[in-house]
Every structure is written in structure tokens, then in C-alpha cells.
């Protein structure tokens, strides 16, 4: 030990060398996480409704659909996209599969806290909507999704930074994400330690916006409920 | 305006309502009572149809349904619940909307009206409930009997030929239950059609033009208020009303 250097476990130069090159790739992170949630949303909001659907022809296709997705690997998921669909003639960019495969992927689990938020608005609000003459879409935007959001948010936030960190997964199929550069870079200088404590620190970072992101809607949220 | 031909409504096992014919006139104000677990809530919400009934056929204004055991159509509730609001217990006021905004939502989104002539009626309603000042506060901000008046403004947004009450007062601390009363009392002396479930016996006196006392799922008693409460010819009728009224002394 008497030769250590913290060069050893950090080195600064390096890292900051190289900051630029990771920086690019931490955009493509945000980026992938961003329009993954976004569809993740969307596709779990679909897939809620249609899991609670009296019409077993919608519930019990929603049901299987995140029993599989909650129950397969992502890495798998995006090795299907990528490595298997080119077999069967489809054949996307790195960018677009890992897209496709997160957003899909996450649906499942998004799917699952929207239905369980939208179940525990109360009935008595569906009552009232009725008695009030709105139609089910009406009550369902207007009344329960509203109340919904407030009770989901904190479970969302948390699928929000699952999906950042779940696109370090897409380097496997080439796209160059942060986590893609990251490599890159350990193969030039051979400063591992370094480069996966550097990236390590800037997905955190992503993650600590999120958790403000998370404050600030909850806030918003909660504005109608007495302290 | 209301018929209710041999209602029917069987949970599982259970039948609540047995066979229950009613027939209530234009301004009438309905009083049902009765012990608990004997039908009066199942036959009111039957009356707006939150709850399905199992056989029998119901008849509001000029809309007639039958009902076979199936769920009545999309089209037979819409029908039969343009002429109807219902109050609840719980009020179930909407929490992510301020007062005036649970006033103005079903007509604004289900009619489609103009947002500001809603408000300035809306400020009327209020004005009439004697929530004007907290108009813009949200149900959490209120209490029990504001939260149960604004719920009444919101009905009343729509001019329902039809109130029905849910046990208006149940739910409610009991220096609370009169300011809501007061309301409802003004409504009747309008002329407003009122079904009331309800436990307040002086209440249902007072306001009422009949009273039906209803018991195991059978209406036993109807008749004037001073009959029924002074004179009630049925044994089932006495013996409830004797227990109200010692509990009460």
C-alpha cells in the first residue's frame, strides 16, 4: 500500500478528458429514458384499462401480456429485437429496439401501479360521476385519472429510474449510450475504476432530477389535500 | 312521474326488495325509514338505477323500463337518469376540484354549456346553500354539513325533476345535521320532487308529505306523517318507531 495513489481509484484527468465524450451519451440516455417512459405511459395506461375490463377478450390478453413482460428479462427482450426479429425479415436501428424494448418492457410494470391507483380512487367518485350523467371516458379523465396520478406518482418516479438505468442495457446492442461510451473509453485507457465510478456518479445525478422532478409533482399533486 | 311496478332485488342469496310497488306524484316529498338492513338505501338507489333491480320495471316521466335480471341498456340509465340526481351519505364530492368546480363539471362536460353562465349560476346555487364565501376552497377545506350542501348545489346544477337522498345526514357530527336540513326543507317549499332515506324522525315528519316505512325488503306502512308517527296501524311500524323514540328520550 505504500505506493497508492488516488490516480489509482480516481483519475481526475481522465475523467474529465473524457467528460465530454460521456456527457454526449448521457444525453442519449435521457433521451432513450424520456420517449421510453413516454410510451411506457401510454402503453400502461391501455394496458390497465383493458386489464380491468369485464371482457375477458381484453383483461385476459392485458393479464398475459405482464405476466410475460414482468417475467422476462429486458436484456432478453432486447436481444429478441435486435438479434432474433432480423430472422423473420424485421429489421430496426439499435436506437429503435431499445426503444421499442424498454418502452414494451416497462408498460408491463407501469400498467400495473396505474390499475392499482385507479382501483383505489374511491367508488363512491364513479357513483357520483354516474348520478352526475358523465359517461365513462368523462368520469375516467376527468374524475378518477386525476385523483389516480397523485397516488401513483411515487411509484412512477420509481419506473422513471428504473428505465434511466435500464438503458445502460441497450450498449449490448450497440447503441451509444452513456454506459456504451463508457467502455469505449475504458478500452483506450484501460481506467476502469475511473470511467464506471464517473458514469456511476452521472446516472445518480440523472436520478437525483428525478426525485426533484418527483417533489415538485407531488406538490402539485397534493395541493387539494388538507395538511 | 314515478311508478314503481312489483321492484324486485335479490343480492346472491339475499332478497332485499320484495316485490315493492310506489307510485309518486310531481312535488311530492317521499320520506322512507325503517331499520337498518331493510331495503330503503337498495330501493332508492334502484330509483336512479346504481343499483339493478332483479325484476319489477320502473317508470319516470315518460320513460319505462322492465327489468328481466339483465343489466339495463347504456340508453334505459341515461334515460332514466335525466330526470334524477342522487345525494349521497358520503357526499362524495370531487377532491381535486374546488367547490365551484364540482358545481360546474357535469354541466360544462355532459351538456356542453357556456363555462361563464354556469359560473354565474353556480354563484346562485351557492348563494342559496350559504356557501358563496367558500366557493373557491376545496372539499377537504370543509366540513361535514358544507361538504353535504355544496354535494346539493352540484345536483341541483343539473335541475333534476327527481332528488333522491341517501341518508342526507348520517354522516354527519350532530350540530351539523340542521344547516343541511334547513336546505332541504327549502327545497321542498319550492315544489322540488324528494325521495329522503333518512333516521331523522323529525325530520321526515316535518318535510313530508308521505311517509313510508319499509321492513325486511316489504313496504309495511304508508301514509300522512301525523298518521304514521302517531297512529301507525301495523305492529311492525309501532314497535320501530317506539324504539326510535326511546332511544331518543
Redesign the interface.
Known amino acids: 500500500m505504500a505506493d497508492f495513489k488516488w490516480e489509482y481509484l480516481f483519475n481526475v484527468e481522465i475523467a474529465l478528458d473524457s467528460l465530454p465524450f460521456i456527457l454526449e451519451g448521457a444525453w442519449q440516455t435521457i433521451l432513450i429514458a424520456l420517449v421510453s417512459m413516454f410510451f411506457a405511459l401510454i402503453m400502461g395506461l391501455f394496458v390497465a384499462l383493458a386489464r380491468m375490463n369485464r371482457f375477458i377478450g381484453l383483461s385476459l390478453p392485458a393479464r398475459l401480456f405482464i405476466s410475460f413482460m414482468r417475467g422476462t428479462p429486458l436484456l432478453v427482450i432486447l436481444f429478441i429485437l435486435y438479434f432474433g426479429f432480423p430472422m423473420v425479415g424485421i429489421e430496426m436501428e439499435p436506437l429503435t429496439a431499445a426503444i421499442i424494448g424498454i418502452s414494451v418492457h416497462f408498460s408491463a410494470y407501469t400498467a400495473e401501479i396505474i390499475r392499482s391507483a385507479i382501483s383505489s380512487v374511491s367508488k363512491g367518485q364513479w357513483e357520483a360521476a354516474e348520478t352526475l350523467r358523465m359517461n365513462y371516458w368523462q368520469t375516467m379523465i376527468r374524475i378518477i385519472l386525476p385523483q389516480a396520478t397523485r397516488i401513483a406518482l411515487p411509484p412512477l418516479s420509481s419506473t422513471f429510474m428504473d428505465i434511466i438505468k435500464g438503458t445502460s442495457l441497450a450498449m449490448v446492442i450497440t447503441v451509444s449510450e452513456m454506459f456504451y461510451r463508457a467502455k469505449v473509453v475504458v478500452g483506450q485507457t484501460y481506467e476502469s475504476l475511473t470511467l464506471y465510478i464517473l458514469v456511476a456518479l452521472i446516472y445518480w445525478a440523472i436520478c437525483a432530477l428525478v426525485t426533484l422532478l418527483q417533489d415538485y409533482l407531488e406538490k402539485k399533486a397534493n395541493r387539494y389535500v388538507a395538511a | 312521474m314515478i311508478k314503481v311496478e312489483n321492484l324486485s332485488k335479490q343480492f346472491d342469496d339475499v332478497e332485499v326488495l320484495k316485490s315493492i310497488s310506489l307510485e309518486i306524484n310531481k312535488g311530492e316529498v317521499v320520506s322512507i325509514i325503517g331499520p337498518s338492513g331493510s331495503g330503503k338505501t337498495t330501493l332508492l338507489r334502484c330509483l336512479?338505477l346504481?343499483e339493478t333491480p332483479s325484476r319489477g320495471s320502473l317508470q319516470i316521466n315518460d320513460v319505462h323500463v322492465t327489468f328481466t335480471g339483465k343489466t339495463p341498456s347504456k340508453k334505459q340509465k341515461?334515460d332514466i337518469?335525466?330526470f334524477?340526481?342522487?345525494v349521497?351519505q358520503?357526499f362524495?364530492?370531487?377532491?381535486?376540484?374546488t367547490v365551484i368546480e364540482n358545481i360546474i363539471?357535469?354541466p360544462l362536460?355532459?351538456q356542453k354549456r357556456n363555462k361563464q353562465d354556469l359560473l354565474r349560476e353556480a354563484e346562485g346555487l351557492l348563494q342559496k346553500v350559504g356557501l358563496l364565501d367558500h366557493k373557491n376552497q376545496?372539499?377537504?377545506?370543509l366540513s361535514g354539513g358544507q361538504k353535504q350542501r355544496a354535494a346539493i348545489a352540484?345536483?341541483l346544477a343539473?335541475k333534476p325533476d327527481l332528488l333522491l337522498f341517501d341518508e342526507p345526514t348520517s354522516a354527519l357530527d350532530p350540530e351539523l345535521v340542521g344547516e343541511v336540513l334547513t336546505v332541504i326543507k327549502e327545497l321542498a317549499l319550492e315544489g322540488q320532487t324528494m325521495v329522503i332515506v333518512t333516521h331523522e324522525m323529525d325530520f321526515a315528519r316535518e318535510v313530508s308529505d308521505r311517509v313510508i316505512f319499509i321492513a325486511d325488503g316489504h313496504i309495511v306502512e304508508q301514509g300522512k306523517p301525523e298518521d304514521i308517527f302517531k297512529a301507525p296501524t301495523e305492529e311492525r311500524t309501532q314497535k320501530f318507531l317506539q324504539k326510535v323514540l326511546l332511544r331518543r328520550a
Open positions: 336512479n346504481l341515461i337518469r335525466q334524477s340526481g342522487m349521497f358520503h362524495h364530492l370531487f377532491p381535486h376540484k363539471e357535469a362536460v355532459v376545496y372539499p377537504e377545506q352540484r345536483i343539473l
